[in-house]
């Protein structure tokens, strides 16, 4: 039978030779690769400092913890995420305040953002995932004098007013946390997502859209997040293990200066990273012929909501791509991925969202009624098969079991 899985690893550039240097290095820790591919990485999203780690949960702790995120504070964190975005603000001792998403994006929107603000003025911190690899609507741009927006914007949908979420935040002292684990490379305005909030978070697990295996980045051009993250990632310790090695100063001479993670990424990891960097901008393109393939073969069909994108598909790192059955479908959910599956088709569901795990609906008291887009997504959402290795002949095959499946 046909097996086309939800998703695949695409190693087969440089890694295998970069890790071999590695090795033969002798260095299998942090060292000279990861330097490299901190620079790198960068240098291609366009931040001044990139600190790298061993997930996008740590980069996304330390970010937290840089920013004085404490006990007794409140994070805004989307519901429809990955528990990751929510659990670090647990570690610290602040507490999540859930919100709802946007039908068809599932992005927080400025007006979403703003009626929280209202809602919970002491709120300190927003973790905004740019979901999917679609970029959130981070400011709003005016071409100077005319009243219109510059070419090839992104059209504004809301009626918040003319603020988007970076001003909201700066305009009410909130912190900004970018979790943009599915966002790498997209881009807002034309900008590269990492180069334009306070700090960023980029996730290299293996199934993101490049890879390391396991693996994070934190990006900021704010020197003092930088240099507490660096201290945090490795035991608190005031001088990294590279440093301690290559530096002139001896090299048992340390100091602890806060109780630090043990959050490094291994130069074995880095050195994957380093050749899947090399080829990120091809991915991201196959990636889209996908998203685009799937747009064209399954319009018009009844009983399914496509994803809604409102950012040039240039622009997206299509990192998912999903459908959402609604009320006019002939099967449900669950019916749905069952037929799929017996077509040997994989496919995954992004996500059950956070107000529906035991954890926080207990601990919050959280109710389903208060959620209602993340409801509806949730309800009716599969995700599809989306890398580059998928073939034009294998999208037809899902699309075509698709339709067969809604023509019944
Ligand atoms: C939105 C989001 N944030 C954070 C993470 C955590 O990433 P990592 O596995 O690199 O810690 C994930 C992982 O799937 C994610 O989807």
């Given at each position: 039978m046909r097996k086309i899985p939800f998703s695949k690893v695409i190693c087969d550039g440089n890694e295998l030779q970069y890790v071999r240097e590695v090795i033969e290095s002798g260095?299998?820790?942090?060292?000279g690769k990861c330097v490299e591919f901190e620079k790198r990485f960068g240098e291609k999203v366009g931040g001044k400092y990139a600190c790298a780690v061993n997930s996008a949960t740590a980069a996304l702790h330390i970010a937290a913890e840089a920013l004085g995120i404490g006990p007794g504070d409140q994070v805004f964190v989307p519901?429809?995420?990955?528990?990751a975005s929510a659990e670090i603000i647990r570690y610290l001792g602040a507490d999540p305040v859930f919100l709802d998403v946007e039908y068809g994006t599932c992005l927080i929107t400025p007006a979403i953002l703003e009626a929280a603000i209202r809602q919970y003025p002491a709120a300190k911190a927003l973790v905004l995932v740019h979901f999917g690899g679609q970029a959130a609507e981070m400011t709003w741009q005016k071409t100077a004098g005319s009243g219109q927006r510059a070419a090839g914007s992104v059209e504004?949908?809301?009626?918040?007013?003319?603020?988007g979420i970076l001003e909201i935040c700066r305009r009410h002292g909130l912190k900004l946390i970018e979790d943009a684990a599915h966002a790498f490379p997209s881009r807002y305005q034309g900008q590269?997502?990492?180069?334009?909030?306070?700090v960023t978070c980029f996730s290299f697990y293996a199934?993101?859209?490049?890879?390391?295996?396991e693996g994070g980045m934190l990006v900021t051009d704010n020197e003092a997040i930088y240099k507490r993250a660096k201290v945090m990632r490795l035991?608190?310790?005031?001088?990294?293990i590279w440093d301690r090695f290559t530096?002139?100063?001896?090299?048992?001479e340390y100091d602890v200066v806060a109780p630090g993670y043990k959050y490094n990424m291994p130069d074995v990891n880095a050195a994957i990273g380093l050749a899947q960097l090399e080829r990120a901008d091809d991915f991201r393109a196959e990636r889209q012929c996908c998203a685009e393939f799937y747009y064209h073969a399954l319009?018009?069909?009844?009983g399914l909501d496509l994803p809604v994108c409102k950012?040039?598909?240039?622009?997206?790192?299509?990192h998912l791509f999903w459908v959402v059955l609604n009320?006019?479908?002939?099967?449900?959910r669950d019916q749905f991925i069952e037929k799929l599956n017996e077509a040997g088709i994989g496919t995954s569901v992004h996500?059950?969202?956070?107000?529906?795990?035991t954890y926080y609906r207990e601990r919050y008291a959280?109710?389903?009624?208060?959620?209602p887009q993340a409801e509806r997504h949730w309800q009716g959402v599969v995700t599809l098969p989306v890398y580059p290795t998928l073939t034009n002949e294998e999208l037809d095959y899902i699309c075509t079991t698709i339709r067969n499946i809604f023509a019944k």
């Open positions: 260095w299998l820790t942090t060292a519901t429809m995420t990955f528990t504004k949908t809301d009626a918040s007013g003319q603020a590269m997502i990492g180069s334009i909030g306070d199934n993101k859209t490049i890879t390391t295996g035991h608190g310790i005031n001088r990294d530096a002139k100063k001896a090299n048992w319009a018009g069909v009844k950012v040039p598909h240039l622009d997206h790192s299509w009320a006019a479908s002939p099967v449900n996500y059950k969202p956070l107000h529906r795990m959280l109710k389903a009624a208060d959620y």
